[in-house]
């Protein structure tokens, strides 16, 4: 009798754990780099060329496309924000769900009034966020960023990394895009995301 009962109760949680196990989801795996849990990049407070100031709880339900550049970037920078666009178009009606971020990294160049010129060139709806020099290398650094000044000629340029951050809409960070990454894969990376929340 006890052999009895100890298959059955066997059976109710060996097979109801199978079928737990079956519904669960398998793994989500993304053409970036899963950061999910990373200890950097916890927050932000800067100007948006708009006047307001913002922080990442000003983004909840948001998924959040974070990128670093300056305004007289001769490739990258526009490159990156070209990407965005498409990315957010081939989100097609997930598209409202993302908002981009530009930080610029060069406060000194990069007015909030020319931030706005420059993000209505690529997405009316792109925010562009300022800060002075102290502010902004704070930030960076949170997010570990490097930039630097490079003398050019009677000017300067920048250097500066290239990776895009990905926030989920509880304003966790989750994914660093890599700069050679197509939209194509960027925006799969974001639906999976958006997917795994559903």
């Keep these: 009798m006890k052999r009895r009962y100890a298959l059955e109760l066997l059976g109710l949680f060996g097979l109801g754990g199978m079928g737990l196990l079956a519904c669960q989801r398998p793994p989500v795996t993304f053409n970036g ?7 950097y990049g916890a927050d932000f407070h800067l100007q948006g060329h708009d006047g307001k100031t913002y922080s990442l709880k000003d ?61 209505r060139a690529f997405d009316p709806g ?16 949170a997010f570990r960023v490097f930039f630097n000044k490079v003398p050019s000629g009677s000017s300067y340029t920048m250097d500066h990394t290239a990776i895009s951050y ?30 795994s929340a559903a």
């Design 59 to 119: 983004f909840r339900n948001k998924y959040l496309l974070i990128f670093f550049g300056f305004t007289q970037c001769p490739d990258i920078c526009p490159t990156a924000l070209s990407r965005a666009v498409l990315i957010r178009k081939l989100l097609g009606k997930d598209a409202s769900r993302l908002q981009v971020i530009f930080i610029t990294i060069d406060p000194e160049r990069d007015t909030p009034e020319l931030l706005a010129q420059y993000m």
């Design 126 to 141: 792109f925010l562009g966020l300022w800060g002075n020099l102290q502010q902004i290398t704070e930030v960076a650094k």
């Design 33 to 39: 780099i899963d950061i999910t849990g990373a200890e």
């Design 166 to 195: 990905v926030y989920d809409g509880n304003g966790k960070i989750r994914l660093a895009l890599k700069h050679e990454q197509t939209a194509e894969q960027c925006a799969e990376d974001l639906r999976n995301l958006m997917q």
